[in-house]
């Protein structure tokens, strides 16, 4: 007994000292986050970041070569110590190569992350269904320019034929319907096209056409990858990455695309807003509610309701001056982008959030909720609540009040009474960071029309004009999630500075966005401070940010729709492939980015990733994403961890397309003529 004491003794010193070792400076550059960590820690409240330090990765997980797709493993493939010499002999028991284990896990990520986003955007698809025949009262069609601008990509006529000859406009809740209906047969269809792919450049499209690439519907690539990764099909990892870009497609072409269009049709087309980000938009005197998780389809429900005069009332009454609504993860982007409510923080700061002691309720619906703010929640008086049937937490005290689409509001006004009901069982101090940032967001790729070009031309050609004169190097898209293996923001940050501070534009969605936001890049004047002089002079004349907020990670279709745009409006190539852009996922982890990340490439895009990448232990595999597939799709893989050089890759294939179009030149005139003005200025 006495020795079980003493070892109890050495654990706990232990975890003492490592808790002193990483001070909240190195787990993250965000100043809330830091507070938060900090007070978790006075509060002995566990959090991912303790966690981090105490559980290491697998070292051969890591690499992508362990397979359990049997039961006569696990195999492990890791690299030797010493390096391969001569022949790799690696193999599983079956004969499984490291390249085919790696090439297989790598697949699934891509299903899961394309099953993730295709099924929120079924979801979608099956509301706007109920609402265009009119089965709810809570959800209506909302902008119907968009979806008139949708429907012939669903094939569904916006005009018919009158009785003499005529041309005459077709009732829009019959259009509506008919959208609904074929959006919907997209993730049943077994064979043909998912109809959306056809939006993409003409040669993109033909590329893909002569590959066999094209998804012929949403769900069946999904599937596939899951039978072809079973155990002894199909072990030939070129053929396995091409099954990934089907269903990779099948995502960024279709199912994201589809549940962005429409959400757009639903709730409404984003357009350029105010608002700000931090866990500083609590109020200590508020009921506050954070919303977490994905899906609008229940947070605009709760903002609705929220809104109530009696739940108002009912909030006086118990003594709280109102309530504050705060965004988690992508659901903040979604109520942020259409209302404007303030985002709380990104996916490493939920269990912070809950530690401020202000949080009444989290409602969180599917994907990136960790179970461990069940956990955390029980040292607080806030309550979890779990909205839907395919996601709920065993852990904790959590509270289930499952969301219909049929019932929706009420379901919602359910929620925000239970959360104000729990205003008075605060029981810890609350202290809340006083650090938010102000943001522009609400960047669509019909905002970006219209803010680029102005009300009455609106177009993407003084876009392209910037490009091609050289005040504007390239595009980035950067994107993507925390990771508790890197230090909170600090990745997202320092990438997207330097890439503005090269005049490189950033486009950005998801937890980067929200990174973004809370480092005040997302403001107009930020282009002053922080951007090269080229792109410093387009973002004051034309009055945005230099880096533009387009959404949740579903929403980076908008990025593929943006890009899409430039090719069409001409005179920088013909494909995607061509434009001097890239993308990047400074800090990623989700099997979701994966998804983007290879619809990117397939897209003809050169994509980086920050953090890791499971495929270092099969060196053919890693070599077909890193170098082959630029020779088939004209964009590729990368992986680098360190931001400033990540960056620098970016750039470098950003001047490498500039140089194939023969634009090179132009910069180096703009960038002469700013330093002579500057001369003349300071003379
Ligand atoms: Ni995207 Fe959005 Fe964030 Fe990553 Fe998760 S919230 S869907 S997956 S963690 S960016
Ligand atoms: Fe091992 Fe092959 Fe089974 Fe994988 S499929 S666990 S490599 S025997």
Same mark, same amino acid.
Request: aromatic fraction near 0%.
């Given at each position: 007994m006495a020795t079980e004491e003493a070892k109890e003794k050495v654990k706990a010193i232990a975890k003492e000292k490592k808790k002193k070792v990483v001070s909240p400076g190195d787990l993250t550059i965000d100043p809330a986050s830091m507070k938060m960590i900090e007070r978790s820690r006075e509060l002995d409240v566990e959090t991912i970041f303790d966690r981090a330090e105490t559980m290491k990765p697998c070292n051969i997980g890591i690499q992508g070569t362990c397979c359990k797709n049997c039961a006569q493993g696990p195999c492990r493939l890791p690299l030797p110590k010493s390096g391969? @010499?001569? +022949?790799?002999t690696r193999k599983g028991l079956c004969g499984a190569t490291p390249e085919t284990i790696a090439a297989r896990n790598f697949a699934r990520m891509v299903a899961a992350g394309a099953a993730a986003h295709s099924d929120h955007g079924r979801g979608v698809a099956e509301t706007f269904l109920a609402a265009a025949r009119k089965e709810t009262q809570d959800y209506k069609i909302k902008d119907t320019n968009k979806l008139l601008e949708i429907a012939p990509d669903f094939g569904v006529d916006i005009t018919v034929e009158g009785e003499n000859g005529e041309i005459l406009d077709r009732d829009i809740d019959e259009i509506a319907v008919e959208v609904g209906e074929r959006a919907l047969a997209q993730w049943g @269809? @077994? $064979? *043909? +096209? /998912?109809? $959306? /792919?056809? #939006?993409?450049p003409a040669p993109r499209y033909e590329l893909w056409k002569k590959l066999g690439v094209i998804p012929r519907g949403i769900d069946r690539e999904i599937v596939e990858i899951m039978h072809r990764t079973h155990m002894g099909v199909d072990q030939d990892y070129e053929n396995l990455v091409m099954q990934c870009t089907r269903a990779a497609i099948a995502d960024g072409w279709g199912g994201s695309m589809i549940a962005t269009d429409l959400q757009d049709v639903l709730f409404g087309c984003p357009y350029p807003l105010k608002s700000s980000a931090n866990? *500083?938009?609590?109020? @200590?005197?508020h009921v506050n509610i954070i919303i977490h998780g994905h899906e609008p389809l229940l947070s605009e429900m709760i903002v609705q309701a929220a809104e109530l005069p009696e739940m108002l009332e009912l909030a006086k009454e118990k003594g709280a001056k109102g309530i504050q609504l705060a965004g988690i993860c992508c659901t903040a982007n979604e109520i942020l982008m259409r209302h404007g409510v303030p985002l709380a923080g990104n996916y490493l700061q939920q269990e912070l959030a809950i530690v401020t002691g202000a949080v009444d309720a989290m409602v969180v619906d599917v994907q990136c909720i960790m179970e461990s703010v069940a956990n955390v929640a029980q040292c607080f008086h806030t309550k979890i609540i779990t909205t839907n049937p395919r996601a709920r937490i065993a852990s904790g005290d959590v509270l289930h009040i499952e969301f219909d689409e049929h019932t929706a509001f009420e379901d919602a006004k359910k929620i925000v009474r239970t959360a104000i009901e729990n205003f008075p069982n605060r029981e810890k101090e609350v202290i809340i960071p006083d650090n938010d940032s102000d943001l522009i967001a609400g960047f669509s790729y019909e905002a970006i029309n219209y803010h680029l070009g102005g009300t009455f031309r609106a177009s993407y050609t003084p876009l392209n004009d910037n490009i091609i004169n050289g005040r504007i190097r390239g595009i980035a898209g950067v994107v993507g999630c925390n990771n508790? #293996? $890197?230090?909170?923001d600090s990745g997202h940050i320092t990438i997207v500075k330097e890439l503005i501070k090269h005049d490189v534009i950033v486009l950005t969605t998801g937890c980067n966005a929200i990174a973004c936001a809370k480092a005040g890049l997302l403001t107009p004047e930020s282009a002053k401070v922080f951007c090269g002089p080229g792109l410093a002079e387009v973002c004051e004349a034309v009055g945005i940010p230099p880096v533009l907020h387009m959404g949740s990670? /579903?929403?980076n279709s908008r990025i593929l729709m943006a890009a899409t745009k430039v090719v069409k409006t001409g005179g920088l190539g013909n494909d995607i492939s061509e434009l001097p852009v890239a993308g990047s996922a400074p800090e990623w982890m989700s099997e979701k980015a994966i998804s983007i990340g290879h619809y990117f490439v397939a897209s003809g895009v050169y994509t980086v990733f920050g953090v890791t990448l499971p495929v270092s232990g099969a060196p053919k595999f890693e070599h077909h994403l890193y170098k082959e597939l630029e020779q088939i799709y004209g964009g590729m893989w990368d992986m680098e961890p360190d931001p400033i050089k990540h960056a620098h890759k970016m750039i470098a294939h950003i001047d490498k397309k500039r140089k194939a179009l023969g634009i090179d030149r132009a910069r180096e005139r703009v960038l002469m003529s700013m330093a002579d003005r500057r001369e003349l200025e300071a003379a």
């Open positions: 391969i @010499q001569g +022949e790799d @269809q @077994q $064979t *043909g +096209e /998912v109809c $959306t /792919v056809k #939006r993409a866990l *500083g938009v609590l109020k @200590q005197d508790a #293996r $890197t230090s909170l990670c /579903v929403d």
